[in-house]
């Protein structure tokens, strides 16, 4: 028998998870959740698979701890790298792929998708794959930004920043002229960007949010399943970062606000 008001999980290299976090917040405000944000080791999009599994299989150990009844990988870079690793049990995690492929197939009136992502998601072809088995007669762009996590880790998400909007430009701009109708942000990182990325691509170009899909399936798993809580008040949230605290809760409010959230430092090495 399961218990279901136990916490659901959510691990991230860092803060982009947290887009994650702020959309189960609004569709289950219920559940309690224990995030973890793997600041210390963040980005992991430009370490080779087998580091980025074995980073992987530290956080998902960690939130094991806490008895979680459901896991979101709510990073595109790990997401990417465990397709088909049978150590991330399916019934009771989901990554970010699948959600955002299927919401963007959904979205898409021409059949030309972009998909904008770390070094290593890119490199796997993880999302590229999944669209054309759901739809063969995609045209996918896909492309690299390995600058975004860390203007986003350091704050810079703003349209008026110079710098973002320079290095967004020499991403996006072969993306904009590319005639795609639907753009998947395949970093949850990305959203914070959406501003930026709407100025250089246009406003005719949906933009997919990975980490918000994740959650919308998670719900949706999580009641196929039997597991949502049966709690009737605001679940709890408990933030665990493995470098700065401080730090952690000054970048994290342009995510969510952390007013009474505990962040604690933590450590996931074994
Ligand atoms: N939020 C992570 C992702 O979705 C950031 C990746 C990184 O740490 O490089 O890919």
């Known amino acids: 028998m399961e218990n279901n008001n136990r916490p659901v999980g959510v691990f991230d290299s860092g803060l982009g ?17 224990i995030y973890l ?7 992991y999009g430009t370490r080779s698979r087998e580091t980025i ?13 806490f008895g979680v009844k459901f896991t979101i990988v709510a990073c595109g870079t790990v997401s990417s790298v ?16 699948e959600p955002a492929v299927n919401a963007a197939v959904r979205s898409t009136k021409n059949g030309r998708i972009g998909v904008i992502a770390t070094g290593a998601s890119v490199r796997s072809q993880s999302y ?27 704050g810079y998400t703003s349209p008026e920043s110079v710098p973002t909007l320079a290095i967004a430009r020499e ?17 949850t990182h990305y959203p914070l960007l959406a501003d930026v990325i709407k100025k250089v691509i246009g406003d005719g170009v949906k933009l997919i949010s990975s980490g918000a899909e994740a959650a919308k399936a998670a719900k949706l798993r999580m009641e196929t399943m039997g597991l949502l809580s049966s709690a009737s008040s ?13 730090l952690f809760r000054e970048n994290a409010r342009h995510f969510i606000d952390t007013s009474g959230i505990s962040v604690d430092r933590c450590s996931v090495e074994m």
């Open 82 to 97: 465990i397709v088909g690793e049978s150590s991330f049990s399916k019934s009771h995690c989901t990554g970010v792929i």
């Open 17 to 33: 998870g947290l887009t994650t976090v702020r959309e189960l917040r609004a569709i289950l405000p219920n559940e309690d959740i």
């Open 37 to 43: 944000g793997d600041t210390a080791r963040v980005p």
């Open 53 to 65: 599994l074995r980073y992987a299989h530290q956080d998902l150990s960690f939130l094991e701890r």
């Open 234 to 246: 605001p679940g709890s949230i408990r933030m665990f970062c493995t470098d700065s605290p401080e």
């Open 128 to 154: 590229e794959k999944l669209i054309r088995s759901a739809m063969p007669e995609a045209e996918v762009y896909s492309k690299a930004c390995p600058m975004f996590v860390p203007l986003v880790e350091n």
């Open 171 to 187: 991403y996006l701009e072969p993306l904009a002229e590319s005639g795609i109708d639907v753009l998947i942000l395949g970093c």
